[in-house]
C-alpha cells in the first residue's frame, strides 16, 4: 500500500527515510508543533517549494532539459489565481478557476516553446526558456493596469481561510484552529497530493522514457521513441505543476507580485534546491528546498546573533555578520557540489550501497 | 501476399555533404530472408549507407523503399515503427541504466506504452519478461542489475545485439556487431545472427570486416568504394573479383580492424 503510494520508488537509505519522515511530520503538525506565524509561513513556503523543485526535477533531473521558464510558469499559475480573486471575489470558486486557466495557459505556453525549440539543441531551448521568461517579467511589470505592475496585486481569499475564521473555539495544544490553519493544510494537501504524482509519472513507463531520451536521445529514436514529443510532454507537466504550485502560494500570501514568483533570483534558488538535494531523485526536492528555505530564513538570524556574541574578535564577527549570509550560503552551495556532486541524496544512498 | 517488392530497396540513392559525394547513386534490393553482407575500405560510405537507410541522414535525392513503400522522407522512429532496426557501430546505449532497462525500453516502446504516465512501469510484467527472455539469449542474463556504463566491452556489445533482437524488426542492420569482441564472445554473436536469419526468416544487414565471417554467414555481398556500388554478387564470386581484391582487401589488412 504504501509502496504504491510511493509507486515503487522508496528511499533506499535509512537516514534518508529518517529524515524524510521527520519532514513529513513536521509539516504535517506544523501549525501545532511551530509557534508563531512565522514559522507557520515558513512551512507553507516549504511544502510549496517542495512542489515547484519537484516539477523541475522532472525537467532537469529526469529529461535532461535546462529550463529557465520554471519561475515564468510558477508565475503565471500565481497570476491566474490572483487575477481571478480580484476579479469575481473571493470565493473557492475563483481559486478553482483561476488555478485551472494559470494552468492551461502554462501548458500552451510549454507547448509552443517545447515544439518551437526542443527538435533542436539543448543550448538553444535554454536560451528560448531565459529570453521568453525575461519577456514575460518586463510584460508582467509594465502592464501595471492588469497585474499591479511592480507592486504587484493584494487581494481578499475565501473568509474560511483567513485568521478571522475559526473552525471551532476550542484550541489544539494551545493553537487555535483558524482559517489560517486552513489555509495551511490546503497548502500542504495539495502540495503532498502534486508530489505524489510526480514521484508516480517518474516511475512511470513515460519517466523511464524521460530517462532513457536524457541518455541518449539518438538512441531512443532509433528504437523507436519520439523524442521531441517526450520532451515536449515533459515539459508542459512540469511547467503545470508549477502553476499549481504558484496558485498554493498566491493563495497563502493574499498577494503575487513579480518578486514573489517570476524573479531570476527564485529561478536560481530552484536551480540550486535542485542540485543540492539530487538530481533525478524526485526525493532530492524535498531535501533540497527543506534544507535551503530554512538556511534562507534563518541563517541570517543565526549568524547575526553569532556575530553580536563574538564581536570581540576583530575579523571573524565581520564574516559572520548578518549580512554577509549570502556569501556563505554560497560556500556551502560549492562545498556542496563539490563533495556530493549527485547531491544529498545521491550520496546518502551511496553510503548504503 | 504480396511479394513482389524486396523487402528493402534503395534507388539511386545519393548524399552529398558540400561538394563531397558520400553515397553515390547506389541502388540495391534486398530479398527477403536473405543476408548480405556490405563491404569496402574505410570511408566507403558504408556506415553512411545505413544511416540513409535507417533514417539518420536523408537522402540528397534518390529513393529508399521498403515493402514498395518509399519511406525516403520518414523520420527514424517512423522507419522503426515500420520494421527497420539497427545495432550501431559505436556502441550506443543508455549508460546510466541497468542492462534489464536497457532492454526493458524496447519492449516498452514495440507496446506502445511510452507514454502511460500513471501506472508503475515495474507493474508491466511482460515487459520485463521479455527483456529477461532476450538477455538469456545474449547471454547476459546474470548482468541484469548492472548498469551499462560498468559493463565491458564485448558485453556492450552484445547488449546492443539484444536491443534490436527486442526490438525484432524485419530488417535487421548490424554495423560491425563482432568489432572489438574477445575472440570466445564473437561465436555467441554470429550464432545469433545465424539464428535470426535461418529461423526467424528476417532480412540482416551486414557491415563487416571480417571475411570468415561474411563467408559463413553471407547469402550476397555487395562492394561500396568511394560511395558507389562497384560490385555484387554471391560471396565466392565477388571476393574473386579483381576490383575487390584491389579495392577492398589489398587496402585494409584485417590486422588493422
Given at each position: 500500500?504504501?509502496?504504491?503510494?510511493?509507486?515503487?520508488?522508496?528511499?533506499?537509505?535509512?537516514?534518508?527515510?529518517?529524515?524524510?519522515?521527520?519532514?513529513?511530520?513536521?509539516?504535517?503538525?506544523?501549525?501545532?508543533?511551530?509557534?508563531?506565524?512565522?514559522?507557520?509561513?515558513?512551512?507553507?513556503?516549504?511544502?510549496?517549494?517542495?512542489?515547484?523543485?519537484?516539477?523541475?526535477?522532472?525537467?532537469?533531473?529526469?529529461?535532461?532539459?535546462?529550463?529557465?521558464?520554471?519561475?515564468?510558469?510558477?508565475?503565471?499559475?500565481?497570476?491566474?489565481?490572483?487575477?481571478?480573486?480580484?476579479?469575481?471575489?473571493?470565493?473557492?470558486?475563483?481559486?478553482?478557476?483561476?488555478?485551472?486557466?494559470?494552468?492551461?495557459?502554462?501548458?500552451?505556453?510549454?507547448?509552443?516553446?517545447?515544439?518551437?525549440?526542443?527538435?533542436?539543441?539543448?543550448?538553444?531551448?535554454?536560451?528560448?526558456?531565459?529570453?521568453?521568461?525575461?519577456?514575460?517579467?518586463?510584460?508582467?511589470?509594465?502592464?501595471?493596469?492588469?497585474?499591479?505592475?511592480?507592486?504587484?496585486?493584494?487581494?481578499?481569499?475565501?473568509?474560511?481561510?483567513?485568521?478571522?475564521?475559526?473552525?471551532?473555539?476550542?484550541?489544539?495544544?494551545?493553537?487555535?484552529?483558524?482559517?489560517?490553519?486552513?489555509?495551511?493544510?490546503?497548502?500542504?494537501?495539495?502540495?503532498?497530493?502534486?508530489?505524489?504524482?510526480?514521484?508516480?509519472?517518474?516511475?512511470?513507463?513515460?519517466?523511464?522514457?524521460?530517462?532513457?531520451?536524457?541518455?541518449?536521445?539518438f538512441r531512443?529514436e532509433a528504437i523507436g521513441?519520439?523524442?521531441?514529443?517526450?520532451?515536449?510532454?515533459?515539459?508542459?507537466?512540469?511547467?503545470?505543476?508549477?502553476?499549481?504550485?504558484?496558485?498554493?502560494?498566491?493563495?497563502?500570501?493574499?498577494?503575487?507580485?513579480?518578486?514573489?514568483?517570476?524573479?531570476?533570483?527564485?529561478?536560481?534558488?530552484?536551480?540550486?534546491?535542485?542540485?543540492?538535494?539530487?538530481?533525478?531523485?524526485?526525493?532530492?526536492?524535498?531535501?533540497?528546498?527543506?534544507?535551503?528555505?530554512?538556511?534562507?530564513?534563518?541563517?541570517?538570524?543565526?549568524?547575526?546573533?553569532?556575530?553580536?556574541?563574538?564581536?570581540?574578535?576583530?575579523?571573524?564577527?565581520?564574516?559572520?555578520?548578518?549580512?554577509?549570509?549570502?556569501?556563505?550560503?554560497?560556500?556551502?552551495?560549492?562545498?556542496?557540489?563539490?563533495?556530493?556532486?549527485?547531491?544529498?541524496?545521491?550520496?546518502?544512498?551511496?553510503?548504503?550501497? | 501476399?504480396?511479394?513482389?517488392?524486396?523487402?528493402l530497396?534503395t534507388?539511386?540513392?545519393?548524399?552529398?555533404?558540400?561538394?563531397?559525394?558520400?553515397?553515390?547513386?547506389?541502388?540495391?534490393?534486398?530479398?527477403?530472408?536473405?543476408?548480405?553482407?556490405?563491404?569496402?575500405?574505410?570511408?566507403?560510405?558504408?556506415t553512411t549507407y545505413f544511416n540513409l537507410i535507417s533514417g539518420q541522414l536523408k537522402a540528397?535525392?534518390?529513393?529508399v523503399?521498403l515493402?514498395?513503400?518509399?519511406i525516403t522522407?520518414a523520420s527514424v522512429p517512423e522507419r522503426t515503427a515500420r520494421g527497420i532496426g539497427r545495432a550501431f557501430q559505436?556502441?550506443n546505449?543508455?549508460?546510466?541504466?541497468?542492462?534489464?532497462?536497457?532492454?526493458?525500453?524496447?519492449?516498452?516502446?514495440?507496446?506502445?506504452?511510452?507514454?502511460?504516465?500513471?501506472?508503475?512501469?515495474?507493474?508491466?510484467?511482460?515487459?520485463?519478461?521479455?527483456?529477461?527472455?532476450?538477455?538469456?539469449?545474449?547471454?547476459?542474463?546474470?548482468?541484469?542489475?548492472?548498469?551499462?556504463?560498468?559493463?565491458?566491452?564485448?558485453?556492450?556489445?552484445?547488449?546492443?545485439?539484444?536491443?534490436l533482437?527486442?526490438l525484432?524488426p524485419?530488417v535487421l542492420m548490424f554495423d560491425?556487431?563482432?568489432?572489438?569482441?574477445?575472440?570466445?564472445?564473437?561465436?555467441?554473436?554470429?550464432?545469433?545472427?545465424?539464428?535470426?536469419?535461418?529461423?526467424?526468416?528476417?532480412?540482416?544487414l551486414?557491415v563487416?570486416?571480417?571475411?570468415?565471417?561474411?563467408?559463413?554467414?553471407?547469402?550476397?555481398?555487395?562492394?561500396?568504394?568511394?560511395?558507389?556500388?562497384?560490385?555484387?554478387?554471391?560471396?565466392?564470386?565477388?571476393?574473386?573479383?579483381?576490383?575487390?581484391?584491389?579495392?577492398?582487401?589489398?587496402?585494409?589488412?584485417?590486422?588493422?580492424?
Amino acid at each position: 500500500m504504501l509502496k504504491r503510494l510511493l509507486s515503487g520508488d522508496t528511499p533506499r537509505s535509512p537516514v534518508l527515510t529518517a529524515l524524510l519522515l521527520v519532514i513529513l511530520l513536521t509539516l504535517a503538525f506544523a501549525p501545532f508543533l511551530l509557534p508563531g506565524t512565522k514559522s507557520l509561513e515558513t512551512a507553507a513556503r516549504i511544502c510549496i517549494f517542495i512542489v515547484l523543485v519537484a516539477s523541475y526535477d522532472l525537467l532537469l533531473g529526469y529529461a535532461g532539459i535546462v529550463s529557465f521558464a520554471h519561475t515564468m510558469f510558477f508565475g503565471i499559475g500565481a497570476y491566474g489565481t490572483a487575477l481571478a480573486l480580484s476579479s469575481t471575489g473571493p470565493s473557492f470558486l475563483s481559486i478553482v478557476w483561476g488555478s485551472a486557466a494559470g494552468a492551461l495557459v502554462a501548458a500552451l505556453f510549454a507547448l509552443a516553446i517545447g515544439l518551437f525549440s526542443l527538435r533542436v539543441k539543448a543550448i538553444f531551448f535554454a536560451m528560448v526558456t531565459l529570453a521568453v521568461a525575461s519577456a514575460f517579467a518586463v510584460l508582467v511589470s509594465q502592464m501595471s493596469w492588469l497585474t499591479g505592475g511592480e507592486d504587484g496585486l493584494n487581494y481578499k481569499i475565501p473568509r474560511e481561510l483567513t485568521p478571522a475564521f475559526k473552525l471551532f473555539s476550542a484550541k489544539i495544544f494551545g493553537t487555535s484552529v483558524n482559517g489560517k490553519v486552513l489555509s495551511y493544510y490546503l497548502v500542504f494537501t495539495v502540495a503532498l497530493c502534486l508530489f505524489l504524482m510526480l514521484l508516480r509519472v517518474v516511475n512511470s513507463p513515460f519517466g523511464r522514457t524521460l530517462q532513457a531520451v536524457r541518455d541518449n536521445d539518438f538512441r531512443a529514436e532509433a528504437i523507436g521513441y519520439r523524442v521531441v514529443w517526450y520532451r515536449t510532454t515533459a515539459t508542459v507537466m512540469s511547467a503545470v505543476v508549477a502553476a499549481l504550485a504558484g496558485s498554493l502560494l498566491a493563495v497563502w500570501l493574499r498577494y503575487t507580485g513579480p518578486a514573489t514568483t517570476l524573479s531570476m533570483e527564485i529561478m536560481i534558488d530552484i536551480l540550486l534546491m535542485v542540485v543540492i538535494g539530487g538530481m533525478g531523485t524526485m526525493y532530492g526536492a524535498v531535501l533540497g528546498a527543506t534544507l535551503f528555505i530554512l538556511a534562507q530564513t534563518y541563517l541570517q538570524g543565526l549568524m547575526g546573533a553569532a556575530s553580536s556574541a563574538i564581536s570581540a574578535v576583530p575579523v571573524v564577527s565581520d564574516l559572520i555578520a548578518a549580512d554577509r549570509w549570502l556569501l556563505w550560503l554560497g560556500v556551502l552551495f560549492i562545498l556542496s557540489v563539490y563533495f556530493f556532486p549527485t547531491g544529498i541524496v545521491g550520496r546518502l544512498r551511496k553510503a548504503r550501497a | 501476399m504480396t511479394t513482389e517488392h524486396p523487402i528493402l530497396e534503395t534507388r539511386d540513392v545519393t548524399i552529398r555533404f558540400g561538394g563531397h559525394v558520400a553515397v553515390d547513386h547506389v541502388s540495391c534490393a534486398f530479398p527477403r530472408g536473405t543476408l548480405t553482407a556490405i563491404v569496402g575500405p574505410n570511408g566507403a560510405g558504408k556506415t553512411t549507407y545505413f544511416n540513409l537507410i535507417s533514417g539518420q541522414l536523408k537522402a540528397t535525392s534518390g529513393q529508399v523503399l521498403l515493402n514498395g513503400a518509399d519511406i525516403t522522407r520518414a523520420s527514424v522512429p517512423e522507419r522503426t515503427a515500420r520494421g527497420i532496426g539497427r545495432a550501431f557501430q559505436l556502441t550506443n546505449l543508455f549508460p546510466s541504466l541497468s542492462v534489464r532497462e536497457n532492454v526493458r525500453l524496447v519492449a516498452q516502446a514495440k507496446a506502445g506504452k511510452g507514454f502511460d504516465m500513471f501506472s508503475m512501469a515495474d507493474s508491466h510484467i511482460e515487459l520485463i519478461e521479455r527483456a529477461e527472455h532476450v538477455l538469456a539469449e545474449v547471454r547476459l542474463l546474470d548482468d541484469g542489475d548492472r548498469i551499462v556504463s560498468a559493463l565491458s566491452h564485448g558485453d556492450q556489445r552484445k547488449l546492443e545485439v539484444a536491443l534490436l533482437i527486442a526490438l525484432g524488426p524485419q530488417v535487421l542492420m548490424f554495423d560491425e556487431p563482432t568489432a572489438g569482441m574477445s575472440v570466445d564472445e564473437v561465436p555467441v554473436i554470429l550464432d545469433l545472427i545465424r539464428t535470426l536469419k535461418q529461423d526467424m526468416d528476417r532480412t540482416i544487414l551486414l557491415v563487416e570486416h571480417k571475411m570468415d565471417v561474411i563467408r559463413s554467414l553471407a547469402d550476397r555481398i555487395i562492394v561500396l568504394h568511394n560511395g558507389a556500388l562497384v560490385a555484387e554478387g554471391e560471396p565466392a564470386a565477388v571476393i574473386a573479383m579483381p576490383i575487390v581484391q584491389e579495392a577492398y582487401l589489398g587496402k585494409v589488412p584485417e590486422a588493422a580492424q
